[in-house]
């Protein structure tokens, strides 16, 4: 999901500071929160897949706070050619062992914390700080998070309200299961993200053929298995909002809700705009938090970020999924804490244990749009980006396809033509920029 390798990030992103620590630093010790670092600076390791769109930012929040940066990541060696003994290879696809590597690295220097960006890095994470002795999330919490079939399994057992669900496996009678969850429904996969892969069925007989365009998607266009067991669950009515927390020894801290103003209720859920802060009753907020609070528990995550999706009706929550990660894409940008910190700063601080204040948003209004690919095809050209650039409001517009590239559309696809980014005096205005950026972007396909 990006136009250029994380080795060009990193270049773009300017040297980092990787000093060799003297060998004998006994790395259990120097990695336990409150012990002193002799006035040294902090060391993170961040682990990165080699598609990411989100290498600078995090990259520049370790600056920010004045942290040496290790990158952990599968990417090409040619990473080191860039960072030197700052890049460590490791394999992000066998998190355990990554993990293992990751906390080894502390016996040539130091490490005060680890952040996995992506799923799958953030399992490597794990296993790399409880080795080190620092703040982590259990692995197998993590791995619940990040498989929906086990996510809904704990959230279930965990009394969170969720939408009613059943598991269909290949062969299983995929419209009985729906009329039993109720419908409409939806059907998705268990392992995917970025709205890929889901569909609303409003029938059961939709619901059978929905299946089996899932299934079809993973066999055509990702890695994943098509046998996996699909989730079908009960649509859930009502306003969906997008929620990031940081998780602080088990205790969730509200850091952001977004509105989803376009309603998306299918039969796809392409992403469109997000505008915060909510328009939610602070009532209804406060129920929307103990329930995300409830879900991390039920999973038995304790410590770093978090991206949840809900629905609410009537005043009533229905939790969609929790990720143990932060939100994905560019999304990120679209917030600021206090003084102008980033989501990315807010999370480096607690990964390395640095002192903070309470992460308050910015007064102002702020939202992302993320930019929908219209149609299957090859991109020749997105036009009338600086028209979108100079609209009130408008903050930035970022282009993440490039001329060349294929063109495909969710449910099929998992990427978007790229984000725009509107601050203003309330959500309502921060839509309405964001709307203007769509219209005034032509984007030309063959």
Not at 69 to 96: C, F, H, K, W
Not at 385 to 399: F, H, Q, S, W
Request: proline share 8%; with cysteine.
């Amino acid at each position: 999901m990006m136009t250029s390798t994380l080795t060009d990030q990193v270049g773009a992103a300017g040297p980092v500071d990787a000093d060799d620590a003297p060998g004998d630093v006994p790395a259990a010790e120097e990695t336990r929160r409150g012990g002193d670092r002799g006035g040294r600076v902090p060391r993170l390791v961040l682990v990165l897949p080699d598609t990411t769109y989100r290498a600078p930012d995090f990259l520049e929040a370790a600056r920010a706070v004045g942290a040496e940066v290790v990158v952990a990541t599968n990417a090409q060696p040619t990473l080191r050619d860039t960072m030197g003994s700052a890049a460590l290879t490791i394999r992000t696809d066998e998190p355990e062992r990554a993990g293992r590597e990751i906390a080894e690295h502390a016996r040539t220097g130091w490490i005060d914390g680890v952040v996995g960006v992506d799923d799958r890095g953030v399992e490597a994470a794990a296993v790399a700080q409880g080795l080190l002795g620092l703040p982590h999330n259990p692995l197998a919490a993590v791995r619940r998070a990040g498989r929906k079939d086990r996510q809904r399994e704990a959230l279930a057992a965990g009394g969170v309200a969720q939408p009613a669900f059943a598991l269909a496996r290949p062969g299983d009678d995929v419209a009985a299961l729906a009329a039993g969850v109720g419908v409409p429904c939806v059907v998705k996969p268990t392992t995917r993200s970025g709205s890929q892969g889901v569909l609303r069925a409003d029938t059961p007989e939709q619901a059978e053929a929905a299946a089996a365009r899932v299934r079809r998607i993973l066999a055509e266009h990702t890695a994943d298995d098509p046998d996996q067991p699909l989730l079908v669950e009960a649509f859930a009515p009502g306003a969906e909002v997008a929620v990031e927390g940081l998780l602080r020894g088990g205790r969730l801290e509200l850091l952001a809700v977004f509105d989803k103003p376009d309603h998306p209720d299918g039969p796809t859920f392409a992403e469109t705009i997000y505008a915060t802060p909510t328009r939610l009753p602070d009532p209804v907020v406060g129920r929307l938090r103990r329930q995300i609070a409830a879900a991390a528990e039920a999973l038995g995550l304790r410590e770093g970020p978090v991206h949840a999706e809900a629905r609410v009706a009537d005043g009533h929550v229905t939790v969609l999924e929790l990720a143990a990660r932060s939100i994905g894409g560019l999304c990120s940008r679209s917030l600021r804490f206090g003084a102008g910190v980033s989501l990315e700063e807010v999370i480096v601080r607690h990964a390395l244990g640095l002192p903070a204040e309470p992460a308050r948003r910015e007064l102002a209004a702020s939202g992302v749009l993320m930019v929908p690919i219209p149609e299957r095809g090859v991109l020749e050209a997105v036009e009338g980006v600086e028209a979108a650039r100079a609209l009130p409001g408008v903050e930035g517009v970022e282009l993440t396809l490039t001329p060349g590239q294929e063109t495909l559309p969710v449910p099929e696809g998992d990427r978007y033509l790229g984000f725009a980014f509107a601050r203003g005096a309330t959500p309502e205005d921060v839509a309405a920029a964001l709307r203007a950026v769509q219209r005034t972007l032509v984007v030309r396909l063959r």
